[in-house]
Structures are given as C-alpha cells and as structure tokens.
Nanobody, 115 residues
Framework: QVQLVESGGGLVQAGGSLRLSCAASGSIFSINVMDWYRQAPGKQRELVAHISLGGSTTYADSVKGRFTISRDNGKNTVFLQMNGLGPEDTAVYYC?????????WGQGTQVTVSS
C-alpha cells in the first residue's frame, strides 16, 4: 500500500507561480516513477509531468518551459514548480505512482489561476 498526499495548491493571478508537493508513505521502497496529472472541469485527466527514480523527466507540451518536476528521494517527496501560470492551468492536480503494477493516486489539490 502506498499513500500520496498533495499540498500547495491555491488561487494565484495569471503570471504567478505555485509549488506543489506530494509526500509518499507506505511501501515506498517500491516507488520508481512518479507523475503529476491534472483534470480541468469537463475535461479528461491529463499527464502533466513525469520523473523516474533516476531523475529523468518528461513534460506535456503545454507546460514545457514553465513547469519543473523534481523529487527528494530521501524525503519521499515529489514537487511540481509551476511558473508563468495562466487560466488554462486551472485544474485539480493529482500525484500518481505505480507500484508492483497497481496505480495509486493522491486526493488532489486545486489550482485556480485568475486572469
């Protein structure tokens, strides 16, 4: 079992920044990759950023150059630094991982960007 708890969401003006955190607990020795997804109202959940245990990263085209995913393996935490936010980034952001073939999700944290 793995538990993921996100924090750091909130309301920010366009052009602003937020830093999301996701703390993992439980069977964390099995955690390899970690991801951030987001889901806007009326839209499907989409992958935002991905990081491997070794630190390799990939990003959705819509966030490249603005968002940065990182991880602190010692603290079992993954971060998402979001800069240059726009109203199109408004969504619930979810932390995600797969352990031994099972998918785990956090409860989500709301990010709202006002224009």
């Amino acid at each position: 079992q793995v538990q993921l708890v996100e924090s750091g969401g909130g309301l920010v003006q366009a052009g602003g920044s937020l830093r999301l955190s996701c703390a993992a607990s439980g069977s964390i020795f099995s955690i390899n990759v970690m991801d951030w997804y987001r889901q806007a109202p009326g839209k499907q959940r989409e992958l935002v950023a991905h990081i491997s245990l070794g630190g390799s990263t990939t990003y959705a085209d819509s966030v490249k150059g603005r968002f940065t995913i990182s991880r602190d393996n010692g603290k079992n935490t993954v971060f998402l630094q979001m800069n240059g936010l726009g109203p199109e980034d408004t969504a619930v952001y979810y932390c995600h991982t797969i352990v031994l073939g099972r998918s785990y999700w956090g409860q989500g944290t709301q990010v709202t960007v006002s224009s």
